[in-house]
């Protein structure tokens, strides 16, 4: 793709979203986003008002556009049939645009738990919705993220909450990767322009760390950038579905943590694997999760969440 070529990007105003757009930015990118709530920070971006479910406007998005990079997807719902409407149907319909628009090239967002279908219905919709990408005779990479923390993250938030309090419960034992969203954003940018060693690829990348964290290793470096020696105990599945139902009892549709999450929680590998890695001469990772830890601590702070 040429750098004046015009790239659409769904999800833009989601945690992921806006780091790609912050990215763009700053290499002077141009960038269409699709939004249901238009922002009035960005006026550098052409924003198209809309959502996956409405065709004029994936038409609009796509329309000129040289790639599409295609981040929103429901991660988190109490109706677990929301993830197929979302995840499945909704990447079909980007894909349906892309191709009706002439836009080849199309990088897709997945996530690590599409390695294990049976275990949550959202990584199962999104293994869904990566075969309809390999199936879509465009020009697509795929790229599965491991659990991705950084400023503006209301999902891993939670465990730095936790570790102000001194404690952070875990699931059973096990290991994950990370990736700093700003480094992800990086990557999905970088990945724009194709070529034969990124097309019809999948790609499970990381913060550099071979092996992964432990969890309880990752509680503790959390509780390091909050400035908290944390207590860190393992709790079996049953306890965890516990809590799953008292959270959706105080939380209500607003609840983090989900039968369905607790699925993929509980599964003792969520490390990215070695032979899915990204070629170093397209991306490797510039943020280190000691360093990104603490620096998501401070925006945390400086943001009064905590």
């Not at 989601?14 to 780091?19: E, I, P, S, T």
């Not at 149907?89 to 990088?107: E, L, N, P, Y």
């Not at 724009?192 to 470096?221: M, Q, T």
């Amino acid at each position: 793709m040429s750098s004046a070529g015009k790239i659409a990007i769904t999800g833009g105003t989601g945690f992921v979203g806006q780091a790609v757009l912050d990215a763009a930015k700053r290499r002077d990118l141009a960038v269409r986003a699709l939004a249901r709530r238009v922002p009035d920070d960005r006026p550098a971006v052409e924003w198209v008002h809309g959502n996956l479910h409405d065709e004029p406007a994936l038409r609009s998005l796509a329309g000129g556009a040289d790639a599409v990079v295609h981040i929103a997807g429901l991660t988190n719902t109490p109706d677990i049939a929301e993830f197929a409407r979302a995840n499945v149907a909704g990447t079909q319909a980007m894909i349906d645009a892309a191709k009706g628009a002439g836009a080849k090239r199309f990088v897709f967002v997945s996530s690590l738990s599409a390695r294990k279908p049976d275990l949550s219905a959202y990584g199962a919709s999104k293994l869904e919705a990566e075969k309809l990408v390999e199936a879509s005779g465009l020009d697509w990479t795929i790229v599965r993220p491991p659990a991705v923390y950084g400023p503006r993250d209301s999902d891993m938030f939670e465990l730095f909450k936790s570790a102000r309090l001194g404690i952070v419960p875990l699931p059973p034992g096990g290991a994950t990767s990370l990736i700093h969203v700003d480094d992800l954003a990086a990557l999905l940018l970088d990945l724009v322009p194709s070529s034969p060693i990124v097309r019809r690829k999948l790609f499970e990348p990381d913060d550099g760390r071979v092996g992964g964290w432990s969890h309880k290793e990752l509680a503790k470096e959390i509780g390091r950038a909050v400035g908290r020696p944390v207590l860190a105990p393992h709790l079996p599945r049953g306890v965890l579905l516990g809590a799953a139902k008292i959270d959706k009892l105080v939380r209500g549709d607003g609840a983090k943590l989900t039968a369905d999450r607790v699925g993929y929680m509980c599964h003792p590998n969520w490390v990215a694997r070695s032979d899915k890695s990204v070629p170093d001469s397209v991306w490797s990772p510039a943020i280190k999760s000691e360093q990104g830890l603490r620096q998501t601590a401070e925006w945390y702070r400086r943001e009064n969440w905590l």
